[in-house]
């Protein structure tokens, strides 16, 4: 195994282990602290962070807005005040050591409020920021605001070229490295492309070096290239490491910092995450956001494929093949399917499927009437957690809506994360973690074959680094 050198990042030698960041109170001010105080960089979400009474217990984010727009500047509120939180607390568990990033998403909801509004509430706790999910122009200007680096996140070298030419050729000197991450193998949401086959991944090592020759022609041959997705065992990167055709490369770890100590993932999430098997992770396009995002495996993606399964088109008039009337919600209005759809709406409907809902496809989806209950209160309650949503139809500018049918064959993804990640006191928790998202990188089933984790081990971050350190 080849030694693991330092490299420099945010002006200070750390080593080149840095912590994926995952929204929704997962990548805390406790985990990064730790990762940080290991030598490494820590990064904390600032994806509606948890902030904290005076008592120290979590705020609960509850929303009283009128309307979406209302609701949503509650939810930037909540997202700076627990950014804030989190970066006060993984400062003084650092101690010094290591870097602490902040994690944005570009899509998210009031995104730039919220970073910007962390960074003038923590001066000097933050030392870069790491953003993706989107085409994030804007971080660059920030970042010269602030004084501090920058970690743009892309999948390609043509997504960097676009960034550069665009808005970073402005601000060199704070691109602190780009972080590959791996469309295929990452958790979280992904950037697959349309002419990328979610079924087929493509091999990094190309891809990154068409990333670094991008990189060259604007003369950073030196700027750190971050591999991010899939990564588990160092000595299966080796050709990577100190190869002059690659340049610098650190990488980050996003899947294996979900079970130690430190995690804040409740038990039966841990629990599950050793129980995995190669295929328990797959990549799925269920997310409000539009993208590809890869999960667990668990009931909750199984009651989303079903219900998409249980669907057929229909129009509001007769004819051109849509000749069987329908009669769609407690008025019954009239729409028309297909003759030989029919049986299949009548055995749906007799397995308890009754309630028809309309999507933006001209579809009808049937789900249950408790499930259609669930869905349009999810959807009425929307608090604009993202920049636009299908699921709710939200756009984040005037007349806020995206002038499309909401989509009942997506989730409320601010929810499902708040309800999985905030689990009460004798409450039944695999349940909850079987009925909500468990985001998780494709190499998650490793937990359940590495020899580290054997007998139900849960190491600490500081033990998880070492171990990574080994390249074992």
């Excluded at 009283?64 to 700076?80: F, K």
């Excluded at 743009?152 to 060199?172: D, E, M, Q, T």
Aim: one cysteine or more; aromatic letters at 10%; a neutral charge.
């Amino acid at each position: 195994m080849k030694s693991i050198d330092t490299l420099r990042f945010g002006g200070q030698d750390v080593l080149p282990l840095i912590e994926g960041g995952k929204g929704v109170s997962v990548s805390t001010g406790v985990s990064a602290g730790h990762w940080a105080a290991a030598g490494g960089i820590g990064t904390i979400s600032a994806v509606n962070a948890d902030s904290y009474d005076q008592d120290g217990h979590p705020v609960p984010q509850i929303y009283h807005g009128r309307t979406r727009r209302e609701r949503q500047q509650e939810l930037i509120r909540y997202a700076i005040d627990g950014g804030i939180a989190q970066a006060k607390i993984a400062h003084d568990i650092s101690g010094g050591r290591g870097r602490i990033n902040v994690n944005i998403l570009w899509e998210m909801g009031g995104a730039e409020e919220v970073i910007i509004g962390i960074l003038e509430g923590a001066p000097g706790l933050v030392h870069g920021v790491t953003c993706g999910a989107g085409m994030p122009y804007r971080l660059s200007e920030i970042a010269v605001r602030f004084g501090i680096p920058y970690y743009p996140i892309v999948s390609s070298g043509r997504a960097f070229n676009a960034l550069w030419r665009r808005a970073y050729s402005k601000a060199p000197e704070l691109l602190g490295g780009v972080v590959y991450e791996d469309p295929w193998r990452a958790g979280g949401h992904n950037g697959l492309s349309n002419t990328e086959n979610p079924l087929s991944p493509e091999d990094p090592y190309p891809r990154v070096l068409e990333l670094r020759r991008v990189m060259r022609n604007y003369g950073l041959g030196d700027t750190p290239i971050i591999m991010a997705g899939g990564v588990w065992h160092l000595e299966e990167w080796q050709d990577w490491i100190g190869n002059p055709e690659l340049g610098p490369i650190a990488f980050q770890f996003g899947t294996r910092p979900l079970l130690t100590q430190e995690s804040p993932i409740p038990n039966a999430w841990k629990r599950r995450l050793l129980t995995l098997k190669k295929g328990d992770v797959y990549l799925n396009r269920f997310s409000p956001t539009g993208f590809y995002s890869s999960a667990v495996k668990n009931s909750f993606l199984q009651d989303l494929r079903d219900r998409s399964e249980r669907q057929v088109p229909y129009s509001a008039e007769a004819g051109d093949g849509y000749e069987a009337s329908y009669g769609v919600g407690a008025r019954k209005r009239e729409v028309f399917v297909p003759a030989a759809d029919r049986p299949r709406i009548a055995e749906w409907e007799a397995a308890g499927f009754t309630e028809a809902l309309r999507t933006p496809d001209d579809t009808l989806v049937f789900v249950t009437p408790e499930s259609g209950r669930e869905i349009l209160a999810a959807q009425t309650a929307c608090m604009g957690c993202l920049s636009q949503c299908r699921f709710s139809n939200w756009m984040q500018r005037e007349p806020y809506t995206n002038g499309q049918k909401a989509d009942p064959r997506s989730f409320c993804i601010q929810k499902t994360l708040q309800t999985i990640s905030h689990i009460p006191a004798g409450a039944d928790e695999e349940a909850i973690v079987d009925h909500n998202l468990m985001f998780g990188g494709t190499n998650a089933w490793r937990f359940g074959t590495d020899p580290f984790y054997a007998n139900g081990f849960v190491p600490t971050v500081g033990q998880l680094v070492e171990r990574i350190l080994t390249g074992r």
